[in-house]
């Protein structure tokens, strides 16, 4: 008979030869020769389809034509049998084939070929029951008789019960009394732990029961332990006794404060022997772990359970001081969730307010931010048992992305410099996340020929490129207010590089640009600049609006702003102002460098000319909110946006709310973002006072409303700006908006001349 592997082969070779070349067919078996060996394929496709036909044609009346389909089953899984590397199924297969063929032989009158078969059979597998083969009468029959011949039974007896045994090397299934072996020598070894090892020699009969009684000698006391986690080294009395492996028994039922953990964290159980009755002391060691340490009392020889050994991690604490509880916690780029913080009187009173962060000993980074309001971060040394205090104070972050280009060397040098330059700033926290950028940067199609192809006139982006992707999956990845990319024009040999910046969601979706020069120093100078300040959303103000008139020795004041405090300090138009707190002013300029010096609410003294002769006033400093221009050219209005989030959201800065939205919406208006703009400036609250408020934030609304077209809108918002007579524009001692807003209703064909 063929080798079943064999005819696979030829039958591929048969249907290659009529369809293809030799040489086609030729590479397609050594393929299959190489890819599904014989010994990897005990039971395929092929193998089961060739028994199912054999045992339709056993079941019919023609059970003499099964046998050449079972042959090849039986010789293709028979030496695999003999040497043990059999699955389950293989095994299932070959016992029916081996059982069918016998009785497809018998019905051939093949009767002594039929007897070789059972034979094989009852050799492999002395314990085989053919019941459910629906074997034919004589089939079952002549099984029975040579199960007679060539097996008898072992009948034990072992105490303890729990003994361990083995035939031949084989163990046999706990509690079992009686075991099928064929006739002849063998030999049965029983153990356990804490008892004598007992070996003995039988001899088996066909046909026959034989007794064999087995009794093991207690010789110590035995210890079963498990562990959390796996891997763990047990040392009693200091000496080691071996090393956690394995997972739980499938009946074992974790109690206790085992019931919290994954069963799968657990060891199998290890089983200590050798042990007499006394006091020892149980140790457990894994590293990164608190050693386990504890006395084991033994009263007698016994088995003891241990139970389930839970080991603690070696940690300690970062404490988290004024952390506001919507804040975000990363350790080391990971977002984590601090435990809360402690009630009072369960700690001292330093540590109650402050969430805490549970860790293993090493150096983290340690990042939070909270929606706008800025980033804290920093490295800490974290020590088993010790605990590390972190005050949080939020800080507008400046993300580093990194730069894109194959001239390695023009790379590291703008690297280099741009984080010089960013971790001097002050104001800002500096993040690099250079290595974490890299996989988003490739997802959003951020690569350095896309954005080379971005680059248009002006300063921001033009449309082709998706920046609202990038910055949308930057903002949700990474902590950062703005994000600095740089690109190098070339990537052979790079002479400039642009600088993109632009702000986290929800700013606008606009990258700004800059352009500067590996060769140059000071190429970063135009962004340090914008960098290197904090924005004002205030600065002191008088309420007098000074001129040189060429005549008069000292500035005139040309206008007394009403309600504000030089009216109040009894500032009229026409005087001259003479000094201020003691120091002689000449110019305009001269006085306004003057009171640049003195904050909001602090008293200055006046000295006035007038007509009635010269006098002192005390004047109480004002403060004139301050708002960007949306056409400022030198300005970045990413870090305009990035410094007004972080202003609305920090709750120590004193900002209101309707200042920082109406700066946001300059930034808006400057990207063009006309429908942003809009929606900004229609919810924003601005009051109706003297100076910057309501009447600025209705004005730009019409200069909004007029952009996408709502002529309608932009003429209502114009009128209500001009409800505000003493409006201006950007501070309070700026442009009157009157003359400005006639301008606009002028141009949208309304007469009204207030």
Known sequence: MRNFVEDVCLDVLRVGLSVVSNSYVLVLLSIFLAVVPAEAQQVNERMRSTFARAEMLYRTAEPDQAIEPLTDVIEALLSNAMSGDIDDEGQALLVRSLAYRADALIFAGERDVAESDLEQLLTLYPRVSIEGFRLSDVGADRFQRAEARLVGTLTLSAAPLSARIFVDGEQLPEGITSYDLLAGTHFIEASLPGFTRQVQEVEIRADRSTEAEIVLERISAVVRLMTRP???TVLIDGKVVGETSGMPPRDWVPTGDAVRYPRGEFSSVMEVEGLMPGQHEVEVILDGYRTFSAPLTIPDLA??????????????????????????????GRRTQPEAPLRSGDEETLNSNAYRLSLEPGEYRITVSRADAGVFEEMVTVADRRSVALSVRLRPALTFLGVLGSDRLGAETLETTLRGSFTELNYWAFLDRTDDAEGIL????????????????????????DWQRLQTTVSRELPGSIFVLGVLDDSELAADADLWIWPSAPGPAVAERVRVSLADGDMLEALSTNLSGTMT?????????LIDSGIAMSPVVAAVVRNGPAAEAGVRTGDQLVTVAGNKVATAEGAGNWFATFPPSSMVALGMAGPNGERTVELRMGATPTVVNPSEGDRFYSVVWAMSAAAAGQRDVAVPAWLVE??????????????AAVRMLTNLQAPEVTGVGYGLAQYWLGVALSEIGDLDGARAAFERSLSQPDARYLTNDGLFLAPMVRARLIALGSTNNR
């Open 230 to 232: 796996v891997g763990a």
């Open 303 to 332: 088995d003891y359970q241990v139970g389930s050994i839970i080991m603690t991690a070696n940690l300690g604490l970062v404490l988290l001081r004024d952390l506001a509880s919507d804040s975000e916690v990363w350790v080391d």
């Open 442 to 465: 490739q997802r959003t199609g951020a690569t350095e020929d896309r954005l080379r192809a971005a680059v248009g006139e002006g300063t921001t982006s033009p449309s082709p490129f």
């Open 537 to 545: 959303f205030q600065r002191s103000w008088t309420g007098i609006d």
């Open 662 to 675: 109406l700066n946001q919406a300059a930034v808006f208006m400057h990207v063009s973002d006309w429908e």
